[in-house]
């Protein structure tokens, strides 16, 4: 049995249909998401090739949520992503859009932190589980392209010092972006 280290293995079989391999059973796209959530890693496998297909599926998902309503890609983003699949930008944008959810979880992390220190609710039980599923909802959002999983920075007290190394991300982005254009 796969420990909770290693990616949750999904196979699909011809029939399209999808088989957790810890659980012997068949799963939904649904189930997926669920597991992603929860801050699980998950590779899915066509049986027959053996061909990676999890990106596929990633992308499927995050459809299906658009199309019912949980909108978080706005129009303007996702015109701009297909406008970079046809331009000389697409080599930037995975590097652009790690980087900007690496600086949101990292935002996040350290304003969780604050809130840990500072506030006196921190005690409450359920702050943990809160806690764990914003971690898990920022590892989903960024499709494992962060490595989520690594220990984030220990949070320094000097605010001033953090923003200029994201002034200096951002300076460095621009300038990349400008020589593109």
Do not use: C, W
């Amino acid at each position: 049995m796969a420990t909770k280290d290693q990616p949750l293995l999904i196979k699909r079989y011809a029939s399209r249909r999808l088989y957790n391999t810890e659980t012997s059973d068949y799963v939904t796209l649904e189930d997926i998401a669920v597991f992603i959530r929860e801050g699980r890693e998950v590779q899915i496998v066509d049986l027959k090739s053996g061909d990676d297909l999890t990106r596929q599926y990633l992308l499927q998902i995050i459809a299906e949520h658009e199309s019912k309503g949980e909108s978080v890609l706005g129009v303007d983003i996702l015109t701009d992503l297909v406008r970079s699949y046809t331009s000389q930008v697409a080599s930037v944008v995975p590097s652009f859009l790690q980087t900007s959810f690496e600086t949101l979880r990292e935002g996040q992390s350290q304003a969780m932190e604050n809130m840990t220190k500072a506030n006196p609710l921190a005690a409450m039980p359920g702050f943990e589980a809160m806690r764990a599923q914003q971690d898990a909802f920022m590892k989903a959002m960024t499709g494992g392209m962060m490595g989520a999983g690594a220990p984030a920075k220990e949070p320094t007290d000097d605010a001033e010092g953090d923003l200029e190394d994201m002034k200096a991300q951002l300076k460095a982005m621009q300038d990349k972006l400008n020589k593109l254009g």
